[in-house]
Every structure is written in C-alpha cells, then in structure tokens.
C-alpha cells in the first residue's frame, strides 16, 4: 500500500521516533511487526533516520496509564535535547483512541515542536489539518466504543434471558448448573447461574465491616484470609454483587440475588474507596504528575548530569501526606546514580530567591546587557567578515568554471578539463551553502538600555513576574524563557548545584501592552510546556551565565 509521504516540515535527513501499537484484537489490520517494517522501508524512501521505536503489544488503547512504550515515548520528549523533529504512526487511530488522551498528547507533542506524521490517515498540511484530525479522533472513539459492544451482543442474552453468566464468579459466590435450552445436537445446553457461598458469606460480612470501620486493607487480609494476596482486594469492596446487583458489561441487574451486605456499610465503603481513588488518579496519571512542579525540564542531577523529574509520592494513600520531590531519572531506575532525591519547595524557593535577590537585581541585569551586546557584536563582526571572504571564493570560483567550460568548448572531450570542472562545481556548491546559511543568520543585535528601564524590567521580573503572584503555570514558562538549566545535588546535610541562565527578554518586557506578549505563549493554550525560544542562528548566540545556589532542605518562601 503506497503511504502518504511526510509533510514538508519532515525533509530528508530529519530524525524520527516510531510509536506502533496493536490491541490485541482479531480486528486489526497490521500486526507491530508489520507495521514497524513498513515503517522503516518508508523511513528509506523517504530519507528519514529513524531513531527509536516504541511498541506496546496487545493492550487496549483505551487508557494511557498501562502503555509503558507511550509513556517512555512522552517522557522521552520532555527534553529538548532528547526531542525527534517528528514522531511517525502507522495511524491515528493507534496513537490513542480515547478522543481526550488523543488531542492532550498530540497538543502536548506539538507544543514540544515535535511533527506527528500518521502513514494511513490522509491529512492535509496546515490549518485545516488539525479540524480533519480532530474528526479521526472522533471515530476513533466510536469505533472503540462500537467493538466492545459487539463483543457483548452474544453474552447479553444469556445474562437477561436466564441470568447466567460466563466465567468464574467473584469470592462469596459458587455456580449453579441451569439448563437453558438443548443444542443442534439435543443434548442439553447447560450454563451458570452465580448464587452466594454460605460457606464464605460470614468472611465477607466481616470484611466489610472492617472496612468501614477503618481498618487497613492487611489488617482485613489478617482476619479474613478471603483470598491469597493483598492485592486482590482492590476490586473486591466495589462489586455491586454483594449488594444484590450484577453489573456485567453495561447491563445491570437489579435483585440478581439476595443482598449480602447492608447498604450503610456498603455506603460507607465505597466512599472510603473513592477518597482513595482520588488520591490515587490525581497523582499516577502522567496529565496530573507533569503539572505542578515549576522547574519541570530544567532541572539536572549534580552527580551523574541526568535528568531529574517531579516525583510525586503519597503514603497510604492520604493527599495531606504528600512528598513531593526532583528526582534523578538514573537514581530512579537505579541505573548507576544514588543521588537523593531533592525536596521540590526547597529547590523551587531556592531558585526563585536567587533569582529575584541577586541574578536579577538591575546591576547584576546591566552587567549581563554590556557582555550579552558585546558577545553579539563580536559574532556579527565575524560573521560579516566571513561573508566577504566567502564573496571573493565565489566570484573566483564562478570565473575558473566559466574558464573552465570555454576551454572544454575550444578542446572538447578533454577528460582532464571535464574533471575540473566538476571539481569546481562542488567546490562552489559548498561555498554557496554556507554562504546562504550565513546570509540567513542573524545575530540580532540587544538593544541598548538606560539605567531606568533596567530598573524596570528587574521591577517586573522580581516583583510582578516572579514575586508570587502568579500560578505554577503561568511563572514556568518565564523561567523556562531564560533559564538553561539549574544542577543540584545534596552534600553533608546541605544541597549545592548551579542555575545556568540567559539574559532575560529584557526590552520584551517594557513592550506596551497592545503589542504581542513578551514571553513565547504555546499554539494551543490547553497545556504546558511551552515553546523554549530558540536561539536565533548559532547557539554561541546566547551567553551562558551562571549562579551557585545553596540551601537546607527547610528554607523560607518567596
Ligand atoms: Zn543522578
């Protein structure tokens, strides 16, 4: 099947990850296997260097949280240096087909300047593209919602019809043999029916009570023995058998059988599990953990250099007892690095008091000004000269071809002059690309400032931007706007590490209000990461500068 070629944002030459998935279902039309193969035949026609590939076998595609290769995929691209320029799919529909996950994603990749190309989806570049997409998403949605009803049809009868039920029933109930009919051979057809275990019931009582007495769940396990593992008991208070009503795909059957359980306790419970649920989303779901922690992305482990992520944990599943912390990814995987882990407030404050009581104090700002626009016009002063030199390279390259092809026309068929030439040609080929590259950069001169618009945009930046008066969401991307990284790790009982910074977009700042917004907002304003600007031309454009920081895990609040 001929797939549809990359965008033109995706030209030969780029780098590309792969996230291929199959469900698992007799329904899909290409295996992993395949779907990687084609994918890495078109990665050769089309001159694209794939670089990861990411498969989850045989899961549904309803929820994100049980994909390890989508989340390793989204949590890969979290860094700017880690970022492919596109992410190819075989289609839309295998990226995730729940329509919420699947437009949060694709917004959250966009927003991290990464392309999603799909192989089989035909979608058009540009501004319609993304209406048409969100209409796959939207069948894709149907489609999922219309297999797992087809799947049921059969099963719904023989659950209305005669209350069997297929399978093993849940702890407290046995089966019961019931004949429904004779089969096409006239013996008889024989299924179950699900009635309480009076061996067992007692157990179940007890357990419940427990529960909504406020006991743990190995406290119950203790007494009860109800089944082999902790574990099991997860599901086990939310079975709305227990109080009489069988819940079997989308049915629901009233007084399936006598209730076993009161339905105070049974309240009780189920408010006792869903506080524990809550708890439990709110912190587990990627959307939710790459939320509040303001130096998300910048921040790097002082041992080993990797990474380090919020880590979001909760004891006993209680909200008031949260640890929230920056993590080393490597300590993490326990891949070579045993960095502690660094308590988030501590750093966050930290880096916010240095920030606002020395690195953006206005002399420490005009210091940054002078070297930042001497930097600058140094870089334009080479970059001018070597224009000119490459200028006189092409006039005199272009005067030895003309040379060159008068003498091929006087002599023809000289192998020797012919070779020249061409040797020529490549020659000024070079040339011509460097000076077109040259001529595009720009080393964007700073504007100069006087002592008081310095004053005002360390006013701006110390007080109204970073002086607490703006949510988690709205200050990362001002700090993402000029910090390059801040390293840290804990030595003796103190943490030490280094913030990494540029200058601030200072004359962005004293912009008045009806023209653009200072600071890079995302194209869509759902999500967060938003675009780090780019540096104009080289990356020797921007001047690195850098602050150590010190603090104790217990330090005072901005
Ligand atoms: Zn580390």
New binding site residues.
């Given amino acids: 099947m001929p797939h549809l070629p990359p965008p033109s944002t995706l030209p030969p030459g780029s780098i590309v990850d792969t996230y291929v998935r199959d469900s698992g279902g007799p329904r899909q039309d290409a295996s992993t296997d395949q779907q990687l193969a084609e994918i890495q035949t078109y990665c050769q026609q089309h001159g694209l260097t794939l670089r990861n590939k990411y498969v989850d076998v045989a899961k549904s595609g309803g929820s994100t949280v049980t994909r390890d290769d989508f989340n390793k995929l989204i949590d890969a691209t979290r860094h700017l240096e880690d970022r492919p320029h596109g992410i190819l799919l075989w289609n839309y529909a295998r990226f995730a087909r729940d329509l919420d996950d699947a437009i949060y994603y694709k917004a959250l990749l966009r927003n991290r300047n990464i392309i999603i190309h799909s192989l089989t989806d035909p979608i058009p570049e540009g501004q319609y593209g993304r209406i048409i997409e969100f209409f796959i998403d939207i069948s894709n949605e149907e489609k999922r919602r219309q297999t797992s009803t087809d799947a049921k049809r059969g099963l719904r009868d023989l659950v209305l019809k005669h209350g069997c039920v297929p399978g093993t029933p849940p702890i407290g109930f046995k089966r019961q043999p019931v004949e429904i009919g004779t089969r096409r051979d006239g013996s008889p057809h024989i299924a179950n029916r699900w009635i309480p275990d009076p061996d067992v019931i007692p157990r179940i009582k007890r357990a419940f009570e427990m529960r909504a007495a406020g006991s743990t769940l190995s406290q119950i396990h203790t007494q009860t023995h109800i089944f082999g593992s902790l574990n099991s008991y997860k599901t086990f208070f939310a079975n709305k058998i227990f109080i009489g009503i069988l819940e079997f795909g989308d049915l629901i059957i009233e007084n399936y059988c006598d209730p076993i359980i009161d339905i105070n306790t049974w309240n009780i419970v189920q408010k006792i599990i869903q506080d524990y649920a809550h708890a439990r989303t709110s912190e587990r779901h990627p959307k939710r953990l790459a939320s509040p922690y303001l130096l998300s992305g910048l921040v790097y482990?002082g041992?080993?250099?990797?990474p380090m992520s919020g880590a979001t944990t909760t004891r006993e599943h209680i909200t008031s007892n949260r640890d929230e912390s920056y993590r080393?990814s490597?300590?993490k995987r326990k891949a070579g690095?045993s960095?502690s882990r660094v308590p988030r407030h501590a750093l966050e404050n930290a880096v916010i008091a240095t920030l606002r009581e020395q690195i953006l104090l206005p002399d420490s700002l005009a210091a940054m000004l002078e070297v930042e626009r001497h930097s600058t016009d140094h870089s334009e002063t080479k970059r001018k000269e070597r224009l000119s030199i490459l200028e006189d390279e092409k006039k005199k390259l272009s005067t030895q071809i003309a040379n060159t092809t008068n003498a091929i026309a006087i002599r023809s068929g000289s192998q020797a002059l012919i070779d020249k030439l061409t040797d020529l040609e490549a020659k000024r080929a070079v040339i011509l690309a460097e000076y077109n590259e040259l001529v595009k950069t720009r080393y964007q001169a700073t504007p100069a400032m006087n002592q008081e618009e310095i004053s005002e945009a360390s006013r701006i930046l110390t007080e109204d931007l970073l002086g607490g008066k703006l949510p988690v969401e709205a200050m990362r991307p001002i700090l993402q706007s000029f910090i390059n990284k801040v390293v840290v790790k804990k030595e003796e009982k103190q943490f030490v590490g280094s913030l990494d910074y540029f200058l601030p977009p200072l004359a962005d700042l004293l912009r008045p209000p009806d023209e653009p917004p200072p600071f890079d907002s995302a194209p869509t304003e759902t999500i967060m990461s938003p675009k780090r600007p780019v540096p104009v031309g080289a990356p020797l454009y921007r001047r690195h500068f850098q602050h150590p920081i010190l603090f104790k895990k217990k330090s005072r609040s901005f």
């Fill in positions: 482990c041992f080993c250099g990797a080393c490597r300590a690095c960095a």
